[in-house]
């Protein structure tokens, strides 16, 4: 059973950064078929934010792209997304998940506050 902790969410001024982290336990991200980074802003739809795929193929919805970045450190067993250049419209909690064979697996989520 794949299980995902996600961290790093809190408080943050327009314009600062913050880098989440999802961990991942009972399974192996190198050997995920992909992972991503979803959100959900307060009374909207999840959304999409970036993914990242086993063969390092990596994409990112239009509003975030040149100033968030995902990875993966196998070694660590970990995905992050980078957060660059934050927006009052970047508030929402943020989820991690993971494609594994037939099934899809989500962490608790982390809540990120851009706001002064």
């Known amino acids: 059973q794949v299980q995902l902790v996600e961290s790093g969410g809190g408080l943050v001024q327009p314009g600062g950064s913050l880098r989440l982290s999802c961990a991942a336990s009972g399974g192996s991200v190198f050997s995920f078929r992909a992972m991503g980074w979803y959100r959900q802003a307060q009374g909207k739809e999840r959304e999409l934010v970036a993914v990242i795929s086993s063969d390092d193929f990596i994409n990112y919805v239009d509003s975030v792209k040149g100033r968030f970045t995902i990875s993966r450190d196998n070694a660590k067993n970990t995905v992050y997304l980078q957060m660059n250049s934050l927006k009052p419209e970047d508030t929402a909690v943020y989820y991690c998940?993971?494609?594994?064979?037939?099934?899809?697996?989500w962490g608790q989520g982390t809540q990120v506050t851009v706001s002064s």
């Open positions: 998940n993971a494609f594994v064979s037939d099934r899809v697996y």
